[in-house]
């Protein structure tokens, strides 16, 4: 490889860096700008007092840290780990428009959370403020772990995880129709809102277990940077290059599966972070995974805190469910796809 390929190599890999840097502050500005929209208008100054321990009433103290930064911070988290685990997903059923809920994550935690609305059924040794979002968590790892275990007998191609999370979908939106039909009024309000995904049950607790989620999958993620990479190039290239693909495989949709079933289980179904992030990400830094998995988890951490501030001043004096203005912002991406692919053929 010659000096001239060798300097070009390097100063790609500095602005592919430079532009993470960018991602990450630009994530940052969001939460600032998430903390300071709402009903109570607080100005950027006191918002920044009340967060370095400078002297505030105490009713913008309440506002700021019981109120505004749990939902800000847990907006942040729900797009990063939903874009990373899009980012990954894509990659090992190479399939561009993979996202989290293309295996029926979104389907089976819905499930989980109407049982524990409709029926009541939750975990016995929970209070009762978990019980909906234990029962989606465990929902949606029993899906995954039975498309998994089917993958498996049938050789665990992507092919073969695309039909069967297709079936899986349908078959838990069978089983969510029926409990809405028997549902009674107050519980069908709670589920619905519930599947249209919202911020305003976002606490601390919840946030600190949706981080420890990303802290234990982001770290084997990036060390599987190379062997992600290697696999865009194709699955005999991969192998050719000594990438076991079917652990490959095996792993990341582990891991896609605890990110994404800690997500939905805490906020409800959001939906075309997991495909716009990855993607978006994907124009800015390119195919190499030590910039891209990176790049996709701070795209989606700052196309949700952006979500949350439009859910906020879309229709003045009302909380939109930050769901509706995901698919809003991930729509135009679809058809984007949708078109570009038609334009290759």
Same mark, same amino acid.
């Given at each position: 490889?010659?000096d001239a390929l060798?300097?070009r190599?390097?100063r790609?890999?500095r ?10 502050l ?6 600032? /700008?998430?903390?300071?929209?709402g009903p ?7 918002t920044l $007092?009340?967060?370095t321990g400078g002297?505030?009433?105490r009713?913008t ?7 505004r ?7 942040l ?6 874009a990373?685990a899009g980012?990954?997903?894509?990659t =090992?059923l190479?399939?561009?428009?993979a996202e989290?809920?293309?295996?029926? =994550?979104s389907?089976?935690?819905a ?8 029926l009541?059924?939750?975990?016995p040794?929970?209070p009762?403020v978990?019980?909906v979002?234990a029962?989606a ?5 029993a899906? +995954?772990g039975?498309?998994?275990?089917m ?10 995880l695309?039909?069967?999370g ?6 838990a939106?069978?089983f969510?129709?029926?409990l809405?039909?028997v ?5 069908l309000q ?5 599947t ?6 976002a606490?601390?607790t919840g946030?600190?277990l ?8 982001a770290?084997?993620?990036l ?5 992600l ?5 194709g ?8 990438v076991?693909?079917?652990?490959l495989r $095996?792993?990341?949709l582990l891991r &896609?599966? +605890? ?12 939906g075309f ?6 993607h978006i990400?994907r124009?800015? =830094? ?7 998995l990176?790049a996709?988890?701070?795209? #989606? ?7 949350s &501030?439009l859910?906020k ?5 009302? /909380?939109l469910p =930050? ?6 912002? #991930? ?5 984007s ?9």
């Amino acid at each position: 490889m010659s000096d001239a390929l060798i300097a070009r190599y390097h100063r790609q890999n500095r602005r592919r860096a430079v532009l993470v840097g960018t991602m990450a502050l630009g994530a940052l500005l969001a939460v600032v /700008l998430d903390l300071i929209t709402g009903p109570a208008g607080l100005p950027l100054s006191e918002t920044l $007092r009340a967060l370095t321990g400078g002297e505030v009433s105490r009713g913008t103290s309440v506002i700021i840290w019981q109120v505004r930064l749990p939902v800000a911070i847990m907006a942040l988290l729900v797009g990063a780990a939903l874009a990373l685990a899009g980012a990954e997903m894509q990659t =090992v059923l190479e399939n561009p428009l993979a996202e989290p809920f293309t295996l029926g =994550v979104s389907a089976a935690a819905a499930l989980g959370a109407a049982t524990a609305i409709v029926l009541g059924l939750t975990l016995p040794f929970l209070p009762a403020v978990w019980g909906v979002s234990a029962n989606a968590f465990l929902f949606a790892l029993a899906a +995954l772990g039975l498309l998994q275990l089917m993958g498996r007998i049938r050789g665990g191609g992507p092919e073969v995880l695309i039909l069967f999370g297709i079936a899986l979908n349908f078959t838990a939106a069978a089983f969510l129709s029926l409990l809405q039909f028997v549902a009674s009024a107050d519980a069908l309000q709670q589920l619905v809102f519930w599947t249209m995904g919202s911020l305003s049950a976002a606490s601390w607790t919840g946030a600190a277990l949706l981080a420890t989620a990303i802290l234990i999958t982001a770290p084997f993620a990036l060390r599987a940077s190379w062997q992600l990479t290697a696999l865009r190039l194709g699955e005999e290239q991969a192998r050719s290059f000594g990438v076991d693909v079917t652990a490959l495989r $095996r792993w990341a949709l582990l891991r &896609v599966s +605890l990110l994404s079933a800690a997500a939905v289980s805490m906020v409800g179904v959001i939906g075309f972070v997991g495909l716009a992030g990855p993607h978006i990400a994907r124009m800015l =830094v390119g195919e190499d995974h030590r910039f891209f998995l990176p790049a996709s988890l701070l795209t #989606g951490a700052l196309v949700m805190s952006l979500a949350s &501030v439009l859910s906020k001043t879309i229709v003045p004096g009302v /909380l939109l469910p =930050v769901g509706l203005v995901t698919s809003l912002i #991930g729509l135009p991406v679809f058809f984007s796809l949708i078109l570009r692919g038609k334009g290759r053929r």
